[in-house]
């Protein structure tokens, strides 16, 4: 359903834009990897909550830094300067002091499997995002044909929508079109876009301050309490992304 509404609000955003939803034929295949990509990484991610905490499987996601770094260096001979070495390390450093495993949890093998491939997925939708043939096709309407084909992937692992689950109560729907528009519509856009201008690399080290924007969230809303090790993690996070 989240992928759904944010198709909607990306093929309306596209029209007001003046753009053609039609694509060229070279074009396709490009835009179904990316999309297959873009939500194998949902659905691996979401996964992994079956099998360990949420909390750690999402600090061990933000491996991909480092992935699209190296996958950058090794396949498109993107130098690999110390100074972006310094600046994953601290960047994961900072994430490491931010998450705090209460319960003594036990990692799930499985469960990390599925937390690689989503981090591994996720790399490569960043790098793919930077690669000449998608960056001359306009940003919302590439976003709007991402969604449509990882929406395919959906599709499939529901056996046809046959395995769903519509919101008990019609104010949820409320919250879902929140979700598509913010963390899928908007995210997808902003990141893909920050992609072309900056590139892959600098993008992933910037994707490090999700976890410290949810601390804020968390301490300023939901009056979470901000420790030294929490206020510690989100300076070397800070420090990394200005470096």
């Not at 909607?8 to 297959?36: A, C, D, Q, W, Y």
């Not at 043939?133 to 940003?139: D, G, Q, R, S």
């Not at 769903?164 to 995210?187: C, M, Q």
Request: contains cysteine; charged residues 10%.
């Amino acid at each position: 359903f989240r992928y759904l509404i944010a198709i909607f609000i990306l093929g309306f955003m596209t029209k007001l834009r003046g753009h053609s939803l039609k694509i060229e034929r070279n074009e396709i295949l490009p835009l179904f990897v990316m999309g297959i990509l873009c939500a194998l990484s949902s659905l691996t991610l979401f996964k992994s909550y079956l099998y360990m905490a949420a909390g750690i499987a999402s600090t061990i996601l933000f491996v991909y830094p480092i992935m699209v770094a190296l996958i950058m260096c090794f396949f498109f001979k993107e130098k690999l300067t110390a100074n972006t070495i310094v600046c994953i390390g601290l960047a994961l450093g900072g994430i490491g002091l931010l998450y705090k495993n209460e319960n003594g949890d036990t990692l799930s093998t499985v469960g990390e499997a599925f937390v690689i491939a989503s981090a591994l997925s996720y790399s490569i939708y960043i790098v793919g995002a930077n690669r000449p043939l998608l960056k001359k096709i306009p940003t919302v309407k590439m976003t709007f044909y991402v969604l449509v084909f990882g929406f395919l992937l959906f599709v499939g692992s529901t056996k046809g929508c046959t395995q769903i689950t519509t919101p008990e109560h019609w104010y949820l729907w409320f919250n879902l079109a929140a979700l598509a528009l913010l963390p899928t519509a908007v995210s997808f856009l902003c990141t893909t876009l920050s992609v072309q201008y900056i590139g892959s690399t600098p993008t992933a080290i910037l994707g490090a301050l999700e976890p410290v924007v949810a601390v804020i969230f968390g301490v300023t809303i939901f009056s979470e309490p901000m420790t030294l090790r929490i206020l510690g993690g989100i300076l070397l996070i800070l420090i990394a992304v200005t470096l």
